[in-house]
């Protein structure tokens, strides 16, 4: 029986298709803005994406106020507040965030910026929060968006900062934006999003709306997943894959983050090795340990990942682990294109290390040796790995 | 679940939901800026002494500026006016809006003038007057049907003009919808059926009708499951809170599906049932929702059956082969609207021949129905059902709703 | 008659500090034909012992200390020792070398290495003798300054290397001092710290140094000081202004690091060239025993007598800070001394702190340009005090916590010397590719690049090569031990490289390099060291063995490097060296570093990903075990 005792918001306008980008202007009129500034990723630029969003503006009465495409992978200061400078200067009016999480919170931390018409973020690094009136901030996804973008946290210089404000306040999902840049990236924006949505869902917070956004990303992901990883740039599987990792984001935006992905930032912390390339391969065995510790799965998990048929064909009692067989199958597709964690490889000093700080991380609800149990279990042969002869990949 | 070519979709209002729900609202309504707000509410919510439970609650933690409680039953813009002069008066900077549908709506309708400005909620009309962030409205629903805390319309009456103006803006998405056991702890069972029906409505017709997206599909199953499961210990106990709590989060799940997805067949008769012989919106739902669900069902077998899997469980669902589940739905609504029926006394009608005025005489006659027919076709939501519905449509299908007895599905007439 | 050691002794004093005990082990014949002494030494010393994925400042670090052959024999400028561990402020290998006393005295003591292991339980310091060791009480200097601890601890024996506060408080950069001379970089203080060691002593002066084959090596080492007394930098601008001569070439090629590397120059920058300072302070030489360059310089500043700051902590504690008072840089520099402290890391730790405060990322009063607060920070850093805890770890770790990696300006946890490679892209390659990290020794490309111009500084043809060549010498030139700065003598002053035009060697360079790598004449170190050695046993090495015993140091260091989780993700620069261009600088140069590591991946026989391939191990006969 679920308590319905929770929190819950999910504040983006989700645009989702073909022509979701000539709507832009339009959502900024609504938001009484017509002069965006653009903050985009040099990636997205390189690729022309910055073209073809101001295509997308030669119809409407908008014009665009700049395009600042200076964000690489590191959302710092720095960018901010060159950005904020050109938005002043320009005298714009709205932001919109074209590329990947990086984008992103530069956009945030430049809205902080000029609508508090300050120079700094200290402040707010020191608990104070945003005000409610925020310039509008449009964000068009492109690939590689990392985790939780579309979400409510601000991650800028290593921080993380969270409010309701920080939510985009349209996500757009454009075929001509949205589609990976290569298999690996492919993979790791579903194994990114199949992450948010399986945590959200185990989440002790069982609140019905969260389940719901979750479910939505996981029914996406596995309706279209294994057609998606053949073909990574086929707008018919890539595009639901896109929104999925939209949804999953907003639904882990009101659960606590999940162990494996606080613990592949940590070690990605440590390493420099990509959070996903953790999170593809310690995913199988957090869950592993979950059910070792004969905590129930719920069975929402199966119901999402393989749909109604298949989970009204299996037993109340086996709901938990059929399910979590459904989501490891989805993550060791998607982890084919990902190398290896040489979880053995890293150095256990580190190891320890980055279990501590994940379990000190806030809002978490797992204690370092839960963290350490997961690499320790992940460094085993896993069960399910032995399947085929015991090779993996 | 064929993806649509393109959706929208927002539903940006926080909520919190559960037993102690209220005594975060000073928090989260001081998280937004507000000092001094202004509470909203009907006679008959006050009457029932809920403003005290909800002053109660948010104790201590803000000032209360005003307690506006003259909304009546069929409040229109000059109501807005007043509430607006009031809130003025007193400074207030936000809105506690405590009640069913009118009650909201009027709130809705004040926060407009309220926060744009201006002596009459006239001179806020037309599109796009709202370009931006309203001032900070919190929405405390009584009944567990409308979902208008997860709505971005507001019908306000123009009562001069006859006419209702409309107000839509993602502005008008409240800040806050607070989703707690003790706000519908007075109300009757018969109104308890009745609402969640309006929500079971809601929630089906957002997963068949044109708009269904991803999001909307997922809020509405699981609205649907909440309400099977929840409606009949609630009306039976209405002691049961976390049945009651279950049903108010299903009707904010289904309003915000619905307002992503729009709603057809049952809505578009059932608003003109509801205006043409005013009988209440909720009642018009229970007996309607079945007929929607099979006027539809060539058309969207799949999604009805479907519907099958949160009505009735997994194991049903399972038992059911796949041809006969649009069917198998369409009878578990009517089984649970007999159910309802017995439960609450009568009180929860099953056809619209059985509804009574208070008088006893029927509320809508048959000889009504010709023009119900006729007026359905000014109503939105004939729009975005899934096959088209002409008069004659509406009335054949209002027929066997008069008469409580299954579509006659021959008489469909399916279009390309 | 003292005892003799021709050539080597290559016995090695292995000390337990938890057990209090030693034991001696020996060197393989063939690992000194494979790993000729000092750094090539060292590694393979820790290869055989270390275990990949210890903690550095766990008792599982190893700390080794080596010397080369030439030690002792009176080579010009072979007064240097090595120290090889595993880095806490970088996590991988780390190796220094360093010009002090102690060298000398361990290897007349009758040591070729000595090799540190466990964690003393309390305070102790090591004394060596030709016997092995004893180990003593050091609660009465714990907590004292490098200076005071050294004088102490030379009361037995003739050469010492202690640290100070800051490695008894662990800073993450922490390092030794052995007479005035610093083994500055990547916190090998700070291992010694970790194991409760304040220093090591040795007696020294009980053996003599032979080298094998008299008459041979007198011919080389006359030919050699003759190079180096002929050359204009190593007999010219650095016997008279030490490696602040760097400071006007840098500030002209655009290469001097300004306010955390946001500028390439700066109007001021003659205040703190070497010449100002030699006139200013009327400096003497204080230098490594035995030199011929004499590149260290002593003078009197605010009427002390104080050693000159040499080039790097001019820049990063100055330049880079936005100060250009020499005599504040040398207050600096002197606490950095006493407390035992890299001055290039702890300059550009507040480099990155004055710009993460400028940017609101942390609250400090350090601001660029102004010299308050920052004496005050160097010491709160030795004493882990306040916000000086957080800077103790380094730029890179503060700034994982505090934000402003885009602008730590580190390269593998290790902060970056003076020289800005928007000026030389080739040294940009040789920071990423370096293996203890941000690191201009380990090829020192701005040589080539903007000292000599030889090298196009913003060409990016053949810098792979280039670099690859320089790292491998260099290598090898650490493994003899000789310093590092004799090779401005070796390759400049034959004369084949003497008498051609240094347009033509740069477009040689620029186009053949391969043929102008090849031309280099540097038989002058082989020799150096085979007459040393002598055809005891091994077959003669010339200057293909030579620079290839360089690589097998190299690659031995990356493979090492590789346990300890490194790869092409870490090769990397600074985002701000690769996205930001300098206003001094009209094109807005960055370094092109993509194109060029794929290059030297494929030239040093590692795979895409920057791991050395199985054959190119198996090729330098890496890990197989020697006997
Ligand atoms: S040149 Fe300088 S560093 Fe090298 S040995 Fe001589 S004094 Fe020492
Ligand atoms: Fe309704």
Redesign the pocket.
């Known amino acids: 029986m679920q308590t319905l005792e929770y929190e819950f918001i999910a504040h983006p306008r989700i645009l989702y298709g073909d022509c979701s980008l000539e709507e832009i202007p339009a959502e900024l009129a609504e938001n009484d803005a017509c002069k965006p500034l653009v903050i985009a990723s040099r990636e997205a630029v390189r690729r022309k994406l910055g073209k073809t969003l101001i295509r997308a503006f030669y119809d409407s009465g908008c014009i665009i106020g700049g395009i600042y495409d200076e964000v690489r992978d590191y959302a710092g200061i720095s960018l901010a507040l060159n950005a904020a400078q050109l938005f002043r200067k320009r005298g714009c009016d709205a932001f919109i965030a074209l590329g990947d999480r990086a984008a992103a919170d530069i956009a945030r931390a430049a809205n902080i910026l000029v609508s508090h018409k300050t120079d700094t973020l200290l402040p707010f690094f020191n608990g104070e929060t945003p005000s409610r009136r925020l310039m509008p901030f449009i964000f068009v996804p492109t690939c590689c968006t990392g985790a939780s973008a579309a979400g409510r946290t601000l991650f800028i210089d290593n921080r993380r900062l969270h409010s309701d404000y920080y939510f985009p306040d349209v996500v757009v999902t454009d075929r001509r934006m949205s589609l990976p840049c290569s298999a690996r990236c492919a993979a790791e924006s579903a194994i990114l999003a199949m992450d948010n949505a399986l945590w959200s869902i185990i989440d002790d917070n069982q609140s019905p709306m969260k389940n719901a956004f979750a479910h939505a990303a996981l029914k996406l992901i596995g309706d279209n997943l294994s057609g998606f990883l053949k073909r990574p740039r086929d707008g018919k599987r890539a595009l639901p894959i896109a929104n999925a990792g939209v949804l999953a984001s907003i639904a882990a935006a009101n659960a606590r983050p999940g162990i494996v992905r606080v613990l592949g930032e940590e070690l990605e912390k440590e390493t420099s090795i990509p959070a996903a390339v953790f999170i593809a391969n310690l995913t199988p065995a957090a869950l592993f340990c979950i059910q070792k510790n004969e905590s129930p799965l719920p069975g929402d998990l199966l119901l999402a990942a393989a749909g109604m048929d298949a989970y009204a064909a299996v037993p109340t009692e086996q709901l938990g682990r059929r399910g979590a067989e459904a989501i490891i199958e989805m993550f060791e597709s998607a982890a084919n294109e990902i190398p290896e964690a040489a979880i053995s490889r890293i150095p256990a000093h580190l190891l320890a290390e980055a279990c501590n700080n994940a379990a000190s991380r806030e809002m978490v609800n797992f204690g370092a040796d839960d963290a350490m149990a997961v690499l320790e279990m992940a460094r085993q042969e896993m069960p399910w790995q032995t399947h085929d002869n015991g090779e993996r990949k | 679940m064929t993806m649509p070519a393109y959706y929208d979709f927002c539903s940006r209002v926080k909520t919190i939901s559960g037993e102690n729900a209220m005594e975060k609202i000073p928090g989260l309504l001081k998280g937004l800026g507000v000092r001094r707000p202004m509470i909203v509410t009907d006679r008959g919510v006050e009457a029932a002494g809920l403003i005290d439970t909800v002053t109660e609650a948010i104790d201590g933690g803000l000032d209360i500026g005003a307690i506006y409680a003259d909304i009546p039953v069929d409040s229109d813009y000059r109501v807005v006016d007043d509430g607006a002069a009031v809130y003025q008066n007193n400074r207030c900077d936000a809105i506690i809006a405590v009640g069913g549908g009118s009650v909201i709506d009027t709130a809705k309708g004040i926060n407009i003038l309220a926060s744009l400005g201006g002596k009459s909620l006239l001179g806020c009309q037309g599109a796009g007057t709202i370009r931006r962030k309203l001032n900070p409205l919190a929405v405390l629903p009584t009944t567990s049907g409308t979902g208008s805390e997860m709505t971005l319309v507001a019908v306000i009456a123009d009562t001069e003009r006859q006419e209702k103006m409309l107000f839509v803006s993602h502005f008008l998405l409240p800040d806050l919808a607070v989703l707690d056991p003790r706000l519908t702890r007075t109300l009757p069972d018969f109104l308890t059926s009745q609402t969640a029906m309006d929500a079971l409505a809601h929630a089906c017709e957002s997963y068949y009708c044109m708009e269904k997206n991803p999001v909307s599909d997922a809020l509405a199953l699981r609205a649907i499951s909440l309400i099977s499961e929840h409606l009949l210990p609630a009306v039976r106990n209405p002691a049961e809170t976390s049945a009651r709590l279950a049903l108010a989060n299903a009707s904010a799940m289904a309003g915000a599906a619905f307002s992503n997805s729009m709603v057809g067949l049952v809505h578009n008769l059932g608003h003109v049932v509801g205006a043409v012989c005013h009988v209440p919106h909720g009642t018009c739902m229970s007996i309607l929702l079945p007929y929607g669900l099979e006027y539809n069902t060539h058309r969207r077998e799949k999604a009805i059956g479907e519907i099958l899997f949160s009505l009735a469980g997994p194991e049903i669902y399972a038992k059911t082969p796949e041809k006969a589940r649009p069917d198998k739905a369409v009878e578990q609504i009517r089984m649970l609207n007999e159910d309802l029926h017995n439960i609450t006394g009568g009180k929860h009608p099953r056809f619209l021949g059985e509804i009574r005025n208070k008088d006893g005489t029927p509320a809508v006659p048959r000889s009504a129905l010709p023009e119900i027919a006729r007026k359905t076709m000014a109503d939105g939501a004939r729009l975005p059902n899934p096959e088209e519905i002409l008069p004659e449509d509406a009335l054949m299908v209002l027929e066997h709703a008069w008469a409580g007895i299954h579509l006659d599905r021959s008489r469909i007439r399916k279009g390309a | 008659m003292k005892k003799e050691i021709i050539g080597t002794s290559n016995k090695v004093l292995e000390v337990d500090l938890a057990a209090r005990r030693f034991w001696v082990s020996e060197i393989p014949v063939g690992d000194r034909e494979l790993y000729l002494g000092g750094k090539g030494m060292g590694l393979k010393l820790l290869f055989d012992r270390l275990k990949p994925g210890i903690d550095p400042l766990g008792k599982d670090n190893i700390l080794v200390l080596t010397m080369g052959v030439l030690m002792g024999t009176g080579a010009p ?1 072979s ?2 020792f090595e120290a090889v561990t595993k880095s806490p402020l970088t996590g991988i290998m780390v190796t220094g070398s360093c ?1 002090g006393p102690f060298g000398m005295a361990l290897k007349t003591s009758g040591w070729d290495a000595m090799v540190i292991h466990g964690k003393a339980d309390e305070p102790v310091f090591v004394c060596v003798d030709s016997g092995g060791a004893t180990f003593a009480d050091a609660a009465g200097i714990w907590g004292t300054g490098t200076a005071a601890a050294q004088d102490t601890l030379l009361a037995h024996g003739s050469g010492a290397m202690v640290i100070g506060q800051a490695g008894e408080n662990l800073v993450r950069y922490a390092n030794i001092r052995s007479g005035s ?1 610093f083994l500055g970089r990547g916190g090998i203080g700070t291992v010694m710290g970790s194991k409760n060691l304040k220093g090591i002593v040795a007696k020294g002066r009980e053996y003599k140094i032979r080298p094998a084959d008299k008459k041979r090596f007198d011919r080389a080492n006359k030919r050699f000081l003759a190079h180096i007394n002929n050359n204009p930098v ?1 007999a010219g601008s ?1 016997r008279s202004y ?1 490696t602040n001569a760097n400071i006007r070439i840098s500030n002209a090629a655009g290469i001097l690091p300004v306010r955390n590397f946001t500028a390439g120059s700066h109007g001021q920058a003659v205040k703190i060239s070497g010449e100002t300072m030699a006139e200013k302070f009327d400096t003497r030489h204080d ?2 025993k035995p ?6 310089h002593r003078g009197t500043i605010r009427g002390e007598k104080r050693h000159i700051p040499e080039y790097e902590t001019v820049t990063l504690l100055g330049s880079n800070l936005g100060i250009f008072d020499p005599e504040i840089i040398s207050d600096f520099n002197e606490l950095c001394a006493e407390y035992g402290m890299d001055t290039i890391s702890t300059g550009g730790t507040i480099a990155w702190a004055m710009e993460a405060a400028e940017k609101g990322l942390i609250e400090s009063d350090l601001r660029f340009g102004s010299d308050e607060g920052i004496a005050e920070t160097i010491t709160d850093i030795a004493f882990r005090r306040g916000q000086g805890a957080m800077l103790a770890d380094g730029s890179r770790m503060a700034s994982k916590t505090y934000g402003g990696e885009d602008f730590a300006m580190h390269v593998k946890g290790m902060e970056l010397p003076g020289y800005d490679p928007r000026g030389a892209f080739g040294q940009g390659l040789s920071y990423a590719t370096a293996n203890r990290g941000g690191c201009h020794l380990s090829a020192y490309m701005v040589g080539v690049e903007a000292m000599f111009g030889m090298a196009d500084p913003h060409a990016l043809r053949w810098k792979p090569y280039m670099v690859k060549f320089m790292e491998d010498i260099f290598s090898a030139v650490n493994s003899l031990h000789i ?4 090779a401005f003598a070796v390759f400049l002053e034959p004369p084949l490289i003497r008498f051609t035009p240094t347009f033509i060697i740069r477009h040689l360079n620029q186009n053949f390099s391969l043929l102008a790598l090849n031309l280099m004449d540097a038989s002058l170190w082989p020799e150096l060291w085979h007459a040393v050695v002598g055809k005891r046993y091994i077959p003669y090495l010339g200057m293909r063995g030579f620079y290839k015993a360089g690589e097998r140091a190299h690659v031995l260091e990356r493979y090492m490097n590789i346990r300890e989780g490194i790869a092409k993700k870490d090769d990397t620069l600074p985002r701000r060296l690769l996205d930001e261009g300098r206003t001094c600088d009209h094109e807005a140069k960055t370094v092109p570093l993509d194109s060029m590591l794929k290059t030297y991946y494929r030239l040093r026989g590692y795979d895409e990903n920057g791991i050395p391939r199985e054959k190119t191990l198996e090729k330098l006969g890496i890990g197989k075990q020697t006997k």
């Open positions: 400028c007064g240097r010009g001379r190593t650095w030490g230098v490594c030199c011929a360059i004499l590149c260290g310093c590092l700065f004799t």
